[in-house]
T-cell receptor, first 112, second 114 residues
């Protein structure tokens, strides 16, 4: 089955600390993977995407993600979190049926 | 200029009513989608259209009917609204019907059925 899981429902970090949000996927071939961010009351914004090439992908707002085929993971990282990064983060996978399915999301809180 | 715009932003209505949500994109994308986000923030695709043609139709009650008059617009009409239809509905668009470039989302329509 093709699926996306995000093991952490909620994460709290202090402002200035580093961040890593976990994403695992299940897919038989090379996946197309995405990270989106949803601020309160807003739509989702694409942070970055991976579909081939360099396994370390740079995105907007200082985020990066690393694709690890051996671990079926696509974790999102940021070296120093800002209070404005508090939001819901979704990992997503394009399936072989050309649908994009989303993980359940990780809610990020930032302590000043 | 808003890339993907949805109206209305909020919709409160009684059970049994019929309502529509409108979506427009000015990105020149060929493919548009409707997603439903439930109270637990879970996102599920409902429909997608490519150049006015339906290409994805998930297991959605037939009370929900999408309509695409042209490739820049995708509206969602809901008949006989039920309490369980309460959710946030997102419209999105992409430049490819495979979704591989990612989506641009609207800001959502919060539907509350009372």
């Amino acid at each position: 089955a093709q699926s996306v899981t995000q093991p952490d429902i909620h994460i709290t970090v202090s402002e200035g600390a580093s961040l890593e949000l976990r994403c695992n996927y299940s897919y038989g071939a090379t996946p197309y993977l995405f990270w989106y961010v949803q601020s309160p009351g807003q739509g989702l914004q694409l942070l970055l995407k991976y579909f081939s090439g360099d396994t370390l992908v740079q995105g907007i707002k200082g985020f990066e993600a690393e694709f690890k085929r051996s671990q079926s993971s696509f974790n999102l990282r940021k070296p120093s979190v800002h209070w404005s990064d508090a939001a819901e983060y979704f990992c997503a996978l394009k399936t072989s049926y050309d649908k994009v399915i989303f993980g359940p999301g990780t809610s990020l809180s930032v302590i000043p | 200029d808003t890339a993907v715009s949805q109206t209305p932003k909020y919709l409160v209505t009684q059970m049994g009513n019929d309502k529509s949500i409108k979506c427009e994109q000015n990105l020149g994308h060929d493919t548009m989608y409707w997603y439903k986000q439930d109270s637990k923030k879970f996102l599920k695709i409902m429909f997608s259209y490519n150049n006015k043609e339906l290409i994805i139709n998930e297991t959605v009650p037939n009370r929900f009917s999408p309509k695409s008059p042209d490739k820049a617009h995708l509206n969602l009409h809901i008949n006989s609204l039920e309490l369980g239809d309460s959710a946030v509905y997102f419209c999105a668009s992409s430049q490819s019907d495979t979704g591989r470039y990612g989506y641009t989302f609207g800001s959502g329509t919060r539907l509350t059925v009372v």
